[in-house]
T-cell receptor, first 118, second 114 residues
Framework: NAGVMQNPRHLVRRRGQEARLRCSPV?????VYWYRQLPEEGLKFMVY????????ESGMPKERFSAEFPKEGPSILRIQQVVRGDSAAYFC????????????????FGPGTRLLVL | QKEVEQNSGPLSVPEGAIASLNCTYS??????FFWYRQYSGKSPELIMS????GDKEDGRFTAQLNKASQYVSLLIRDSQPSDSATYLC??????????????FGTGTSLTVIP
């Protein structure tokens, strides 16, 4: 099963520490999306990346959050100086194509990383 | 106005009944529509996609699309307790001014009572 992989599945951090979440998309997918889901709430879009490029980061908080998708390796969502409000499930999704043509493609989700900030 | 709206529920139906989940969207040129199921503590999984007006059936699931009314629904026949989950509606517009293809609704919580 070469689906979207995320690690770690669970991450506990103390306030002020850094959290680093990794996502490996489906093999051959070059479009990655990160979402945050607070308890009992819906999915909130954070950022859309292609290899080596951030396409849309309109959902990212302006401070402490950053994302990358390097030419080699997984996509990384980085949260610096975590606060309790960052506790949530972070989902990564991938798709084989981006906006425009062939927009019948869906996004495939990884299992998520549950971040708990103490 | 949100791009995609769903009734958050909770929606409760008895086992064996038909569960009807509804979703409206604001972008008139949207082309592709998806229903995801999310169990508590799990990730969303795709259960249905629909692109053309009308009905699309897959087992106990039927998706219905009405582009003129900007409305998409999911019917679950012979509901089972294992169908208890949150159902997310997603819309993939033809054009997205933000670069992000997908708009997700907040989800409808369904409980099937044995």
């Amino acid at each position: 099963n070469a689906g979207v992989m995320q690690n770690p599945r669970h991450l506990v951090r103390r306030r002020g520490q850094e959290a680093r979440l990794r996502c490996s998309p489906v093999k051959g997918h070059s479009h990655v999306y990160w979402y945050r889901q607070l308890p009992e709430e819906g999915l909130k879009f954070m950022v859309y990346l292609q290899k080596e490029n951030i396409i849309d980061e309109s959902g990212m908080p302006k401070e402490r959050f950053s994302a990358e998708f390097p030419k080699e390796g997984p996509s990384i969502l980085r949260i610096q100086q975590v606060v309790r409000g960052d506790s949530a499930a972070y989902f990564c999704a991938s798709s084989p194509v981006g906006p425009g043509l062939a927009n019948r493609e869906t996004q495939y989700f990884g299992p998520g990383t549950r971040l708990l900030v103490l | 106005q949100k791009e995609v709206e769903q009734n958050s529920g909770p929606l409760s139906v008895p086992e064996g009944a038909i569960a009807s989940l509804n979703c409206t969207y604001s972008d008139r040129v949207s082309q592709s529509f998806f229903w995801y199921r999310q169990y508590s503590g799990k990730s969303p999984e795709l259960i249905m996609s629909i692109y053309s007006n009308g009905d699309k059936e897959d087992g106990r699931f039927t998706a219905q699309l009405n582009k003129a009314s900007q409305y998409v629904s999911l019917l679950i026949r012979d509901s089972q307790p294992s169908d208890s989950a949150t159902y997310l509606c997603a819309v993939n517009p033809l054009y997205s001014n933000t670069g992000n293809q997908f708009y997700f609704g907040t989800g409808t919580s369904l409980t099937v009572i044995p």
